[in-house]
């Protein structure tokens, strides 16, 4: 039951920051989404800011065990990558915009960076597990392994948040391309010189 209301409180500050931004949401509104009295929502979180970093941490988990469903050496390589940077981009459209609030209160960032360490990961995990992954399809040589893991990572992972963050800011999506479309080209355009088109898999099946 204790879960349940925990849930539903960090789903109606989410939907609440979206719509009107994560600095002007407040505890009473928080207790007319979910039903609740104020007091009740003490009991759950010491405080509102507690709310808003339970919100950034629960996506991370669901995102790292995707991230991780991608094994080396199964499944056609660049249909793996362009799955890879899919799910980095919608996490980033989850992330954006309550984070966007951190930045503009600079006590709440610094709280937040106070409790990083007590988070299962951070931002930067991303890329170390994505690095992962691609060093191991080096070491198969589906991936060549003359650029090291990381910096392919940061290339192909970077552009998503740039998308993400130019998509929120604008209202359409960049280049008007779906998000399958974006990170296709994004793939294609890493493939040139990283990818072995003759290793096993390499290629995804096109047609």
């Known amino acids: 039951m204790a879960g349940e209301t925990r849930r539903k409180i960090l789903e109606a500050t989410e ?51 995707t991230l991780q469903t991608y094994t080396a050496g199964r499944g056609a390589l660049h249909a793996n990558l362009e799955g890879i940077a899919l799910a980095t981009l919608r996490y980033y459209r989850q992330l954006l915009p309550i984070s966007a609030a951190l ?26 597990l994505a690095a992962s992954y691609i060093r191991e399809e080096q070491q198969l040589g589906r991936i ?27 209202g359409d999506p960049p280049f008007q391309q779906t998000d399958e479309m974006f990170v296709h080209m994004l793939v294609q355009g890493l493939a040139p010189g990283n990818f072995s088109p003759t290793a096993p898999g390499a290629r995804a099946e096109t047609g």
């Open 103 to 128: 930045f503009a209160d600079t006590d709440l960032l610094g709280k937040y960076r106070g409790l990083l360490h007590q988070i299962e990961g951070g931002p930067h995990t991303v890329f170390e």
């Open 144 to 170: 060549a392994p003359d650029v090291p893991a990381l910096t392919l990572a940061i290339l192909l992972l970077g552009p998503c948040f740039q998308y993400e963050f130019v998509r929120q800011f604008t």
């Open 15 to 65: 939907h609440l920051a979206q719509i009107k931004g994560l600095g002007r949401v407040t505890t009473k509104e928080i207790a007319q989404q979910t039903g609740l009295s104020e007091g009740a929502l003490y009991r759950h979180f010491e405080h509102k800011e507690e709310v808003f970093f339970a919100i950034l941490a629960q996506h991370l988990p669901p995102f790292l065990a």
